[in-house]
């Protein structure tokens, strides 16, 4: 809404209270009176030029802050309180956006008008459907799927199956020598990661994972192996074939 010497609103009035015929502006004090009251329901440009949102288009637009796609970046947090979460730092779970947007004070924090994807927002948005398969092996393996990302494969191995000779079979991965620990299970993920510093965190964050989200009295192990690329195995650059190698940063 532009900038006017009245406000709005006295349009809306009877007429015996809007502005007299040779009345100045200055004169009409009614119109600079409700102007207070139109910058905050209808919302002005201000002083400085920049446009704040009113009461009414905050309400408008209220779904927009409890949808994690839409949600301000500074709001992230509170949202996750929602459904129990301490969401993950740093531009692989902010995203990059989000990263740099969370550090911004702006004047006010509006819904976004697009929506954006990230790790965190995606866990906010899947966490009611990932309790409900909480303590089951599925539940664990969707779980580690959203911090590992879409590019990792992840097999978990309850070992409840006797070895079976001439099936795919790997020693420490889905097929375990001698006795087990009770209610044993392992984590194999296929990690494709740029840098040993990315690939470490992950890791940490995976087990911890696992470790928080597996039944008390369970045992587990995690075994996390980095692709190269194997023709006819492993093959699509960028998502679990990495040239050159792994940077060391």
Known sequence: ????????????????????????????????????????????????????????????????????????????????????????????????????????????????????????????????????????LAGLKDYVQVYAGPEAEIEICSYEEPIRCGMNRRAGINTMVGAANSSYFSVHVLLPSPTRTMLNRKAQIIREVIRKESPFYTNFSLNIEVPQMRVGVYGRVGMETLLGGMAEK
């Open 1 to 136: 809404m532009s900038i006017s010497n009245h406000s709005g609103y006295v349009a809306y009035l009877p007429r015996i209270y809007q502005q007299k015929s040779g009345q100045s502006d200055e004169d009409f004090f009614l119109g600079r009176f409700l102007q207070a009251f139109e910058a905050m329901l209808s919302g002005n440009n201000g002083a400085s030029g920049v446009e704040n949102a009113g009461v009414e288009a905050l309400l408008d637009g209220f779904h927009g802050y409890l949808d994690p796609d839409y949600t301000p970046p500074q709001l992230l947090d509170w949202l996750a309180g929602w459904v129990g979460l301490e969401l993950e730092e740093g531009v692989e779970y902010e995203g990059e956006a989000d990263k740099r947007e969370k550090e911004l004070a702006p004047l006010q924090l509006l819904p976004l008008p697009e929506a954006r994807d990230s790790v965190n927002r995606h866990l906010i948005g899947t966490a009611v459907q990932l309790y409900k398969k909480r303590g089951t």
